[in-house]
């Protein structure tokens, strides 16, 4: 199993970014996914996540209204697109496959993007 995450980089605060997450060597659609993030000298902590349908997200409060979190299962990918992005949003950027959607322990993971936003 693959998860590879690609779309990071520097922008500037007030600036959007769109994540990809591809994933190859199971059946995407059967996985729930989501998105995590780890900062500098943090714990990781969670974004967002994804029903495998499709139908059904949920986003932490810190990005809420800003970040959404969508899939294409025809792609094999997974998507987080970050508008009006803040200093604080600056980590690491993981995607993860789960079984379950409700209880979400990732089971795959990917090896990380970095965001980066410059005040």
């Known amino acids: 199993v693959q998860l590879v995450e690609s779309g990071g980089g520097l922008v500037q605060a007030g600036g959007s970014l769109r994540l990809s997450c591809a994933a190859s060597?199971?059946?995407?659609?059967?996985?729930?996914m989501g998105w995590y993030r780890q900062a500098p000298d943090q714990e990781r902590e969670f974004v967002a996540k994804?029903?495998?349908?499709?139908?059904?997200?949920v986003v932490a409060d810190s990005v809420k209204g800003r970040f959404t979190i969508s899939r294409d299962n025809a792609k094999n990918t997974m998507y987080l697109q970050m508008n009006n992005l803040k200093p604080e949003d600056t980590a690491d950027y993981y995607c993860a496959a789960a079984a379950l959607y409700s209880t979400f322990r990732g089971l795959y993971w990917g090896k990380g993007t970095l965001v980066t936003v410059s005040s």
């Open positions: 060597g199971l059946t995407f659609g059967n996985y729930a």
């Open positions: 994804i029903r495998a349908s499709g139908i059904g997200t």
